[in-house]
């Protein structure tokens, strides 16, 4: 068991890394996220006018999905997050599907302007 421990932790940890770095590339100017020790998810927060369905919808249709952030908020008003989760994709999997959700930004940030 402490075996598949190591092993799993060293596959999250470059799956991980294989999300953070391709948020740096494909979305430095246009999200914050955590830069998450454990777990298996990074939330990402984008500026106010990013509505997170909306987003959800163009990520859809580049075939990638996420969780609206909103999912997650009972009392609060919250539409400009997303969590993304990196435990099952492989990091090249994972770099093709945060370019992708950048330009899904890339693209609300247009529809916005």
């Not at 890394?17 to 830069?35: C, G, K, T, V, Y």
């Amino acid at each position: 068991m402490a075996k598949q421990i190591v092993r799993i932790r060293g596959l999250n940890k470059l799956r991980r890394d294989a999300m953070l770095d391709s948020m740096d590339e494909f979305m430095p100017d246009i999200a914050q996220w955590n830069r998450p020790k454990g777990g298996m998810f990074v939330w990402v927060t984008f500026p106010d006018h990013i509505n997170d369905y909306e987003l959800l919808k163009k990520a859809i249709d580049q075939k990638v999905t996420f969780v609206p952030g909103s999912s997650y908020y009972a009392y609060q008003d919250v539409r400009n997050a997303i969590r993304l989760s990196f435990t099952q994709p492989t990091p090249e999997e994972i770099v093709e599907a945060i370019r992708r959700v950048g330009q899904a930004v890339k693209e609300s940030e247009a529809v916005a302007a």
